[in-house]
């Protein structure tokens, strides 16, 4: 490929665009939802104020309402970056020239890692009851000493693959189950897993509670069989109730 035709595709991180926020500069960093993270510069006297427009906390905002958290991971990262923190807002301040790029550049790192590190935490409290739910629907139906957690399998690649749970059969442990929410921090670890495992499709079952987003569904849907919380009993799941 050119660096001609890389220079075009990165073309978008050239553009400088007035607001009312400040001159809005797009960056290469990017928000839990792969949004870019743009970063604003205003002209204060002889030096500059580089801000991030409080996309980090607008960002966590959409995963979660607790202010506290939102606004620790931010003076985190506002310390990591030596950077100031004013109503959820990260500044650089007093930047001259010189040090404009790598003010934008900590600004733009800052304000991704604030919102990702919310939103790792959410999503880790949200397995967590998801698994929870499903021990418990698990337990109910089959034999404990039959229900493996954080099982580790070799896959075809070489690497060894967990799931939640493992459900031992008459052969050995032969049902793979992983609990699956939309967000690609979730789906894309189970989605690795279970392609990479010899095992049929029917005997991999992947476990949501609330409805999937319809591309997740559909590339779940390739390597697993998908499976409703709620409909565990009628699932194949459901007949293992045998090895009570």
Same mark, same amino acid.
């Given at each position: 490929? /050119?660096?001609?035709?890389?220079?075009?595709?990165?073309?978008?991180?050239?553009?400088?665009?007035?607001? +009312?926020? $400040?001159?809005?500069?797009? !960056?290469?960093?990017?928000?839990? /939802?792969?949004?870019?993270?743009?970063?604003?510069?205003?002209?204060? $006297?002889? !030096? #500059?104020?580089?801000?991030?427009?409080?996309?980090?906390?607008?960002?966590?905002?959409?995963?979660?309402?607790?202010?506290?958290?939102?606004?620790?991971?931010?003076?985190?990262?506002?310390?990591?970056?030596?950077?100031?923190?004013?109503?959820?807002?990260? /500044?650089? !301040?007093?930047?001259?020239?010189?040090?404009?790029?790598?003010?934008?550049?900590? %600004?733009?790192?800052? /304000?991704?890692?604030?919102?990702?590190?919310?939103?790792? @935490?959410?999503?880790?409290?949200?397995?967590?009851?998801?698994?929870?739910?499903?021990?418990?629907?698990?337990?109910?139906?089959?034999?404990?000493?039959?229900?493996? @957690?954080?099982? =580790?399998? @070799?896959?075809?690649?070489?690497?060894?693959?967990?799931?939640?749970?493992?459900?031992? $059969?008459?052969? $050995?442990?032969? +049902?793979?189950?992983?609990?699956?929410?939309?967000?690609?921090?979730? #789906?894309?670890?189970?989605?690795?897993?279970?392609?990479?495992?010899?095992?049929?499709?029917?005997? =991999?079952?992947?476990?949501?509670?609330?409805?999937?987003? !319809?591309?997740?569904?559909?590339?779940?849907?390739?390597?697993?069989?998908?499976?409703?919380?709620?409909?565990?009993?009628?699932?194949? %799941?459901?007949?293992?109730?045998?090895?009570?």
């Amino acid at each position: 490929m /050119s660096c001609e035709a890389i220079r075009a595709a990165l073309a978008i991180f050239d553009v400088c665009e007035p607001t +009312l926020d $400040g001159s809005r500069i797009a !960056t290469h960093c990017l928000y839990p /939802s792969f949004e870019t993270v743009f970063v604003y510069v205003v002209k204060a $006297g002889d !030096t #500059y104020v580089v801000h991030d427009g409080k996309g980090a906390a607008r960002a966590a905002w959409e995963h979660t309402s607790d202010d506290r958290v939102i606004a620790a991971a931010i003076e985190k990262e506002a310390l990591r970056y030596h950077l100031r923190v004013d109503s959820n807002r990260l /500044s650089a !301040t007093e930047v001259v020239l010189d040090w404009l790029r790598p003010a934008i550049l900590a %600004v733009a790192n800052a /304000s991704a890692a604030a919102a990702n590190a919310v939103v790792g @935490r959410v999503l880790a409290a949200n397995d967590k009851a998801l698994v929870a739910k499903i021990d418990k629907a698990l337990t109910a139906k089959i034999a404990p000493n039959r229900i493996a @957690r954080g099982f =580790k399998v @070799r896959g075809a690649s070489g690497g060894n693959r967990t799931f939640d749970f493992a459900i031992r $059969g008459d052969d $050995g442990f032969d +049902l793979f189950l992983n609990g699956v929410s939309s967000h690609h921090a979730s #789906y894309s670890l189970k989605y690795v897993a279970f392609s990479d495992i010899e095992a049929d499709r029917s005997n =991999k079952i992947a476990i949501r509670e609330a409805p999937l987003k !319809t591309d997740v569904e559909a590339l779940m849907a390739q390597v697993a069989t998908i499976v409703p919380l709620a409909s565990i009993d009628s699932s194949k %799941v459901g007949a293992y109730e045998r090895f009570r």
